[in-house]
């Protein structure tokens, strides 16, 4: 503790300012790219230094309350990081929502996704191997992004699902929320008969072993097995790409939550589908449903 305690304010303002400055830890590859093309490395996003800043001032806050039972005094006499700022985001919320917007499916494009998927991107492909592992994994894939559309759930909720989880009778999903809480979430008619569909055929398809629980499945080594994190990214990169612009699964939810909003005009019940403690994480929507709203007044009479 004694090297926590000699820490003074501007100590820890000096650290914060060189994780700001700081490039990021990238692959040598990336690193030698960029240095033989004179780019200078990226910078830290402000949003990943806040979250260090906000660690740092959870421990210290600890520290400076629990009591040490040898001493009977707290392990810190006084909290250093109170007295650091917060990292300032320069950008506004209207500037957060038209960076977002660009990468969003709203209104009917979400469907057309969808039916792109389902009926026109094998038209892209140019070989028979990719024909034969789209056709392998497409109601698979049908059902997994029919699934974010259907309920902006994240990445890594939607992986961990289990069969049991999904209750396609009452249109709902049991998700194990980020927090460790497990939580029931509204399932959208978009998603229902692409989910109904692999669930029909997962068996087939994948021939798992009785035991396996996993909702979504991958062959991996002729054996089936939970797919992981990055396959679903990948997969929703490789269609959004050639249906429009790459984007990734957390777009997606950005998606729902901004035509949620726009629907219902509730930043609770958006936070509420999405499994957010509070509005605060939510209020971009207001922004980007915002412009919608101004466009259909323009449209009112024409």
Same mark, same amino acid.
């Given at each position: 503790?004694?090297?926590?305690?000699?820490?003074?304010?501007?100590?820890?303002?000096?650290?914060?300012? /060189?994780?700001?400055?700081?490039?990021?830890?990238? @692959?040598?590859?990336?690193?030698?790219?960029?240095?033989?093309?004179?780019?200078?490395?990226?910078?830290?996003?402000?949003?990943?230094?806040?979250?260090? =800043?906000?660690?740092?001032?959870?421990?210290?806050?600890?520290?400076?309350?629990?009591? &040490?039972?040898?001493?009977?005094?707290?392990?810190?006499?006084?909290?250093?990081?109170?007295?650091?700022?917060?990292?300032?985001?320069? !950008?506004?919320?209207?500037? *957060?929502?038209?960076?977002?917007?660009?990468?969003?499916?709203? +209104?009917?494009?979400?469907?057309?996704?969808?039916?792109?998927?389902?009926?026109?991107?094998?038209?892209?492909?140019?070989?028979?191997?990719?024909?034969?592992?789209?056709?392998?994994?497409? =109601?698979?894939?049908?059902?997994?992004?029919?699934?974010?559309?259907?309920?902006?759930?994240?990445?890594?909720?939607?992986?961990?699902?289990?069969?049991? &989880?999904? +209750? %396609?009778?009452?249109?709902?999903?049991?998700?194990?929320?980020?927090?460790?809480?497990?939580?029931?979430?509204?399932?959208?008619?978009?998603?229902?008969?692409?989910?109904?569909?692999?669930?029909?055929?997962?068996?087939?398809?994948?021939?798992? &072993?009785?035991?396996?629980?996993?909702?979504?499945?991958?062959?991996? *080594?002729?054996?089936?097995?939970?797919?992981?994190?990055?396959?679903?990214?990948?997969?929703?990169? !490789?269609?959004?790409?050639?249906?429009?612009?790459?984007?990734?699964?957390?777009?997606?939810?950005?998606?729902?939550?901004?035509?949620?909003?726009? !629907?219902?005009?509730?930043?609770?019940? =958006?936070?509420?589908?999405?499994?957010?403690?509070?509005?605060?994480?939510?209020?971009?929507?207001? /922004?980007?449903?915002? !412009? @919608?709203?101004?466009?259909?007044?323009?449209? %009112?009479?024409?």
């Amino acid at each position: 503790m004694a090297e926590f305690a000699a820490l003074w304010p501007e100590d820890l303002e000096f650290y914060k300012a /060189h994780l700001v400055k700081a490039p990021k830890i990238l @692959k040598e590859s990336t690193k030698k790219r960029l240095e033989e093309s004179d780019q200078a490395l990226p910078l830290r996003q402000n949003a990943t230094v806040q979250r260090g =800043v906000t660690a740092l001032r959870s421990l210290f806050s600890y520290l400076s309350e629990a009591i &040490d039972r040898k001493t009977g005094k707290p392990y810190l006499e006084h909290n250093m990081m109170g007295k650091v700022a917060n990292v300032k985001d320069n !950008k506004t919320m209207a500037e *957060r929502g038209a960076a977002i917007e660009k990468k969003l499916f709203l +209104d009917e494009e979400a469907l057309d996704f969808l039916d792109f998927i389902e009926k026109r991107y094998i038209d892209t492909l140019e070989t028979r191997q990719a024909i034969t592992a789209f056709k392998n994994n497409q =109601v698979r894939d049908l059902a997994i992004i029919g699934l974010f559309l259907g309920t902006g759930m994240r990445l890594s909720e939607l992986v961990n699902m289990n069969v049991q &989880d999904l +209750d %396609l009778n009452t249109g709902e999903a049991r998700v194990y929320r980020k927090g460790g809480k497990w939580d029931m979430v509204v399932i959208s008619s978009i998603a229902i008969e692409y989910l109904n569909v692999y669930l029909e055929q997962r068996n087939q398809l994948y021939q798992p &072993d009785e035991n396996e629980s996993a909702l979504f499945l991958t062959r991996y *080594r002729g054996k089936a097995k939970r797919i992981a994190n990055g396959a679903v990214e990948a997969m929703v990169g !490789k269609y959004s790409e050639a249906f429009k612009i790459k984007i990734s699964p957390h777009k997606l939810r950005h998606s729902v939550a901004t035509q949620l909003y726009s !629907k219902t005009n509730s930043l609770v019940q =958006v936070a509420e589908q999405l499994g957010q403690s509070g509005t605060s994480a939510t209020t971009v929507y207001t /922004h980007i449903a915002g !412009k @919608k709203k101004r466009d259909a007044m323009n449209d %009112l009479w024409t």
